[in-house]
Antibody, heavy 121, light 107 residues
Framework: QVQLQQSGAELVKPGSSVKISCKASGYTFTSYDMHWIKQQPGNGLEWIGWIYPGNGNTKYNQKFNGKATLTADKSSSTAYMQLSSLTSEDSAVYFC??????????????WGQGVMVTVSS | DVQMTQSPSYLAASPGESVSISCKASKSINTYLAWYQEKPGKTNKLLIYSGSTLQSGTPSRFSGSGSGTDFTLTIRSLEPEDFAVYYCQQHNEYPLTFGSGTKLEIK
């Protein structure tokens, strides 16, 4: 069965970077886009972007350009998101989710469990 | 960006009742709307996509309707496991955007 296993919670200092992971299993990793989504209490869900592990292509929400960098390692079926220059506004739960394509853009048929990132000195 | 307005934000109902959740888009998204269920300790679950297509495994008591800017998720004959938070998401254009969620609680 499809599973997306995310890495553990992170406590990081302002101004630093963090890299979180999402290990996929149960399907061909290189055949589906992997998306990342941010959830803050009171701010709902925000789409960050996607990476297609088959060729490394990416697409970002303009709001997260320069903040998030998406990569993927085909050999381990793992997607990564690095967040840089962290501030308190980046404290959130971050989800990975597998994208499905309808001929327009994506919805998400499987989600990871989420990673809480806390930015604090 | 397409703004998604979900209502109500909170809904209390009893098992066996039927409920409806509304999701309105700031511009036409054709029929490209998905619905998700969020429950504590579980990963988010896709219920419906393209407005009315049930994802495999979604119980038939769930239904989605609408097109253009107005969409509805209806749950008939609520089961105890249906009490959760529900989100809508437009999948018509980038950036993908979500509604703010509806928390369905037991009355």
């Amino acid at each position: 069965q499809v599973q997306l296993q995310q890495s553990g919670a992170e406590l990081v200092k302002p101004g630093s970077s963090v890299k979180i992971s999402c290990k996929a299993s149960g399907y061909t990793f290189t055949s589906y886009d992997m998306h990342w989504i941010k959830q803050q209490p009171g701010n709902g869900l925000e789409w960050i972007g996607w990476i297609y592990p088959g060729n490394g292509n990416t697409k970002y929400n303009q709001k997260f350009n320069g903040k998030a960098t998406l990569t993927a390692d085909k050999s381990s079926s793992t997607a990564y998101m690095q967040l840089s220059s962290l501030t308190s506004e980046d404290s959130a739960v971050y989800f990975c989710a597998r994208g499905r394509w309808t001929g327009r853009v994506h919805y998400f048929d499987y989600w990871g469990q989420g990673v809480m990132v806390t930015v604090s000195s | 960006d397409v703004q998604m307005t979900q209502s109500p934000s909170y809904l209390a109902a009893s098992p066996g009742e039927s409920v409806s959740i509304s999701c309105k888009a700031s511009k036409s998204i054709n029929t490209y709307l998905a619905w998700y269920q969020e429950k504590p300790g579980k990963t988010n679950k896709l219920l419906i996509y393209s407005g009315s297509t049930l994802q495999s495994g979604t119980p038939s008591r769930f239904s989605g309707s609408g097109s253009g800017t107005d969409f509805t998720l209806t749950i008939r004959s609520l089961e105890p496991e249906d009490f959760a938070v529900y989100y809508c998401q437009q999948h018509n254009e980038y950036p993908l955007t979500f509604g703010s969620g509806t928390k369905l609680e037991i009355k």
